[in-house]
């Protein structure tokens, strides 16, 4: 070995190597770590989704989300402060509708469940930043995102407009962002044509710019009550197997003005968030489903891994591949960790 070693540092020909080269070096340490650490998390990372509700002390459990809730306004005022005081910065924030109809009314009504959340939070809270889901599927008695036509197809173009109206809505009751998720063509012009137009021009749009059909949503609609009545969602939402498809999608809602784009999910999909980031200069954000979540606590549940450490290796990768803002359930949990770790 000794032979072979001197072989190889004496060597012109060969690059230099082991034994000068010694990787573990700065591995030695915590403090060594962490000076050449790579991917730095902080809670001004992340921004926590949040169920909303009517009624009044409303903090009901969601039984494959542990740990998460659908809450009243009550209720989630005390939700956001505790994430706030833990140096998270923005929710995001989904509807439980007291009822529904063919064409999602409540989503676009300025008393509406998310209107009235975000105006709760903005006065409690100015600081906290409130992004909104702009989408109809918790709204409509079908589950779809948008207008069914009679042969039970979203139609796309009057679908737009109930967006817009929902954004506008939004908007008008404080909200900070909005986040249009219906994945239908030409949203992002829509929206921002109707922000403008209503003095909202400040008013940033975040794009669910590639937003995969995927099984990991399954514990979300149970959350939010939004399962489809029938057929699926594959006719507006992305083959997962289409990485080409999903850049054209970012460049389209780039072109029409979002300020911020998303990948969705986040864990099966880190490569389309990478090569998202080489080549476009927004924001970038990634949307640590529900799924991805509830897998973890399953296996964490039954002892199979430990929950905090993968936690932090699941969000560290997802920042790795690009993201600037990192939507996930784990938000308070992780901020807990980074805090104790500082």
Excluded at 6 to 29: A, C, N, W, Y
Aim: charged share 25%; glycine share 6%; with cysteine.
């Amino acid at each position: 070995m000794s032979e072979l070693l001197s072989r190889r540092t004496t060597s012109t020909e060969s690059t230099p190597g082991f034994p000068q080269v010694r990787l573990r070096r700065m591995r030695q340490t915590a403090a060594l770590r962490g000076m050449v650490r790579e991917t730095q998390l902080s809670p001004r990372d992340f921004v926590y989704p949040l169920f909303v509700t009517h009624g009044r002390d409303v903090r009901l459990p969601i039984d494959p989300m542990p740990g998460q809730f659908q809450f009243s306004v009550d209720q989630l005022l005390i939700e956001v402060a505790e994430a706030q005081s833990l140096g998270v910065p923005a929710v995001l924030l989904f509807g439980v509708p007291s009822s529904k109809d063919d064409l999602g009314t409540e989503a676009y009504d300025d008393d509406g469940i998310i209107q009235q959340a975000t105006r709760a939070i903005k006065q409690a809270m100015p600081d906290m930043v409130v992004i909104t889901d702009v989408c109809l599927c918790e709204y409509t008695d079908h589950g779809h995102c948008g207008v069914l036509t009679d042969a039970g197809v979203v139609d796309n173009d009057p679908t737009l407009e109930l967006l817009a109206k929902t954004a506008v809505s939004q908007a008008r009751a404080g909200a900070d962002i909005v986040a249009p998720s219906a994945m239908m063509d030409g949203q992002i012009a829509a929206l921002r044509a109707a922000l403008d137009a209503a003095d909202m021009a400040n008013v940033p749009v975040m794009a669910y710019a590639s937003k995969f059909t995927s099984a990991y949503y399954g514990p979300f609609r149970i959350a939010a009550e939004s399962t489809p009545k029938s057929g699926d969602r594959k006719a507006y939402q992305m083959d997962g197997a289409n990485a080409r498809e999903a850049l054209r999608e970012m460049e389209q809602d780039a072109l029409e003005g979002a300020d911020i784009l998303m990948v969705k999910p986040a864990l099966a999909y880190l490569d389309i968030l990478s090569q998202a980031r080489q080549r476009f200069d927004h924001p970038m954000a990634a949307y640590n489903v529900s799924g991805e979540y509830s897998m973890l606590k399953a296996a964490a549940a039954n002892g199979w891994l430990d929950e905090t450490a993968a936690m932090m290796e699941v969000l560290t990768s997802i920042k790795r591949a690009g993201a600037d803002l990192i939507m996930t359930y784990f938000a308070k949990d992780a901020a807990r960790v980074l805090r104790e770790n500082t």
